[in-house]
């Protein structure tokens, strides 16, 4: 029991810590994106730019850390890379402009890029195989907090002392934390000793499989833009569109980034229980992406439902990485299985930066009007993302059926053989001390 709680704290809750910041910097925009544009005049675009360039560093960062973490271990590059997010921080926080702020940004992106696959590498390191499951659970569930923390929690210190200050703040959190990860995580088990690196195909071995083509678009479009539309679009959604004032605003937020955490929760019991069930993980990804464009649309359509459900639909799914992950567990095995998430990750991320930033583009196609822009101007930026992901949708349907299909008719043509077209089965047997050999022919069961 004592060494358990020693490896809570010397490895569960500062891997938790790092993943809370990095849900943290990935929302805190859109609480604070009011203060940016007014001060350094940001339109839509730059403000897409802007936010979504954590993702594009975090994306473009995935594949070499996921090979570091194999040769040197979690603590170590953890920590390392954590110093860029705390510089990051700080050079927001002192930027004069909207260069400086893109290059603060792209750094933050770049230092908590390990945050998940650091933590979960350090679990399988040093937890028992049968408690990694709740653990994933628990440390999602508690990184997610890091989104809440971005709502009402930073708009009291937003008021109390600025975009500035709190920016400072994060800066000083970020290195405390590095440091912590530094010193108290204990060196890697001599049990379970890092490799030297990924096999030179392993990487190939993921992207070459078509049933990681199947996956991909369905589970990017989705996530991703359940991601750019929490960390940035939702905020002048609810201010421009449903014309919320500050408060009910980040209201709708905090209760978003409860929906958040416990979406990872919800869909690891309904994995679980649907497995118990003989139901695989494919079929509630496909509902999980239903209800996600059907809340879209309600609100491209502007239907009478209280803004809260479509939004909390559209945050539940930023957690859908559980399911996709699981389902990629089905089809590589346990050694390629973390490349394979990383590599799928690299397209949840690239997924939400692209969304990010087109949506801004789309959205200033349409001039502000006193301020705001127009309804039009949200809905049809809303309603192209839902066409990508009706289209990867339709994809991941007919790959999922016809694959389904093919295999029974694998198992038809073999059961329908004629018996002298089946292989001879060679039946040895001892008699009398003299091996013996037989050729039986199968029967119609085979």
């Excluded at 908590?112 to 195989?129: E, N």
């Excluded at 628990?138 to 997610?144: E, K, P, Q, R």
């Excluded at 000793?193 to 993921?206: D, R």
């Excluded at 073999?414 to 292989?423: E, R, T």
Aim: aromatic share 10%.
């Amino acid at each position: 029991m004592t060494e358990n709680w020693r490896l809570i704290l010397r490895v569960f809750l500062p891997f938790v810590a790092a993943y809370y910041l990095s849900f943290l910097f990935r929302t805190i925009n859109a609480t604070v994106a009011g203060s940016l544009t007014s001060e350094f005049g940001l339109g839509a675009g730059d403000l897409g730019l802007l936010t979504s360039v954590y993702y594009l560093t975090f994306a473009a960062a995935q594949i070499p850390i996921g090979i570091l973490l194999d040769r040197y271990g979690p603590g170590r590059i953890q920590s390392a890379v954590m110093v860029a997010a705390a510089l990051g921080a700080a050079l927001f926080a002192v930027s004069e402009n909207f260069w400086l702020l893109l290059g603060g940004r792209a750094l933050i992106g770049l230092g908590v890029a390990a945050s998940l696959t650091a933590g979960l590498k350090a679990l399988v390191l040093w937890f028992p195989s049968e408690r990694i499951p709740l653990l994933n659970g628990l440390m999602i569930m508690l990184g997610a907090l890091g989104a809440l923390t971005a709502t009402l929690p930073a708009e009291f210190l937003l008021v109390s002392v600025g975009w500035r200050a709190l920016f400072e703040l994060f800066a000083i959190v970020t290195a405390g934390c590095a440091l912590i990860i530094y010193l108290v995580v204990p060196e890697v088990p001599a049990a379970k000793s890092i490799a030297s690196g990924p096999t030179p195909n392993s990487l190939k071995t993921v992207y070459a499989d078509p049933r990681f083509w199947r996956l991909a678009p369905l589970s990017a479009t989705c996530i991703g833009t359940a991601w750019a539309l929490q960390g940035l679009w939702a905020a002048p959604w609810l201010g421009d569109v449903e014309g919320l004032d500050r408060s009910g605003l980040l209201w709708h937020l905090l209760i978003m980034a409860i929906a958040l955490s416990l979406g990872g929760l919800l869909w690891g019991i309904a994995v679980d229980r649907a497995r118990r069930r003989g139901v695989g993980p494919r079929p509630l990804l496909g509902l999980v992406a239903t209800m996600f464009i059907a809340a879209q649309l309600a609100l491209i359509l502007r239907l009478p439902l209280p803004s809260y459900v479509p939004w909390i639909v559209v945050a539940a799914v930023g957690a859908g990485t559980v399911l996709s992950y699981a389902i990629l567990a089905e089809y590589f095995p346990k050694e390629l299985a973390g490349r394979a998430n990383a590599a799928l990750n690299v397209f949840h991320i690239g997924g939400a930066f692209v969304v990010q930033y087109m949506t801004g583009l789309v959205v200033q196609l349409w001039p502000p009007i006193d301020g705001h822009y127009p309804e039009i101007a949200y809905q049809t930026a809303f309603a192209f993302n839902v066409w990508l992901q009706i289209v990867a949708g339709v994809w991941f349907a007919l790959t999922w059926i016809l694959t389904r299909r093919g295999e029974r008719n694998q198992l038809d043509a073999f059961s329908l053989k004629p018996l002298h077209a089946c292989p001879p089965i060679l039946r040895m047997s001892v008699h009398r001390g003299r091996p013996e050999v037989a050729v039986v022919r199968p029967n119609r069961r085979g």
